[in-house]
T-cell receptor, first 117, second 109 residues
Framework: NAGVTQTPKFQVLKTGQSMTLQCAQD?????MSWYRQDPGMGLRLIHY???????DQGEVPNGYNVSRSTTEDFPLRLLSAAPSQTSVYFC????????????????FGPGTRLTVL | LAKTTQPISMDSYEGQEVNITCSHN???????ITWYQQFPSQGPRFIIQ???TKVTNEVASLFIPADRKSSTLSLPRVSLSDTAVYYC??????????FGAGTTVTVRA
């Protein structure tokens, strides 16, 4: 298994540009989420999904959109990038329904480092 | 969201045992307690999870008292490679999980 993969690894945007951060997992996990981590701080939940077609907002959803058309993919869209969105973005997945494991046991991707100028 | 409180930082030396206590006074009946480890420039990695009493795996032990309002992660005989940020999470029934600032553990030779 590749686990959780994220692309790109690095990205530089200008203010006002839009882009999509990609996240995919091959573990048949129901639950996927996006976090951002600012320098020296913990992770904050942006959006999450408990299954294909179902998404909901986390702590800091403003300026971001998500969709979940398949179990495997959970892209994060920045609509109009702002310098305040400069951060490291982590995607995570959990909960193989057949295993019965808790949704708290998350597997994280390697992150996307985004700079908005 | 169930709020957690951990020390900001802890220092230790190689070979010592490190104990990190997390407070979670508002933990709900169905919540699990989960600890993650994060190295610089990497995503967090699951360490251990528990509901009550004691859980042990090859990496750490987790002690949870009967009232479940706190938990203690114990790292036995740490090495330099255990230098990382450690997060305590308390799971919410609606899947909204929140990472606090974590505890930065620095292990010195």
């Amino acid at each position: 298994n590749a686990g959780v993969t994220q692309t790109p690894k690095f990205q530089v945007l200008k203010t006002g540009q839009s882009m999509t951060l990609q996240c995919a997992q091959d573990m048949n996990h129901e639950y996927m989420s996006w976090y951002r981590q600012d320098p020296g701080m913990g992770l904050r939940l942006i959006h999450y999904s408990v299954g294909a077609g179902i998404t909901d907002q986390g702590e800091v959803p403003n300026g971001y959109n998500v969709s979940r058309s398949t179990t495997e993919d959970f892209p994060l869209r920045l609509l109009s990038a702002a310098p305040s969105q400069t951060s490291v973005y982590f995607c995570a997945s959990s909960w193989d329904r057949t295993s019965g494991a808790s949704t708290d046991t998350q597997y994280f991707g390697p992150g996307t480092r985004l700079t908005v100028l | 969201l169930a709020k957690t409180t951990q020390p900001i930082s802890m220092d230790s030396y190689e070979g010592q045992e490190v104990n990190i206590t997390c407070s979670h006074n508002n933990i709900a009946t169905n919540d699990y307690i989960t600890w993650y480890q994060q190295f610089p420039s990497q995503g967090p990695r699951f360490i251990i999870q528990g509901y009550k009493t004691k859980v042990t795996n090859e990496v750490a032990s987790l002690f949870i008292p009967a009232d479940r309002k706190s938990s203690t992660l114990s790292l036995p005989r740490v090495s330099l490679s255990d230098t990382a940020v450690y997060y305590c999470l308390v799971g919410e029934g609606d899947y909204k999980l929140s990472f606090g600032a974590g505890t930065t553990v620095t292990v010195r030779a």
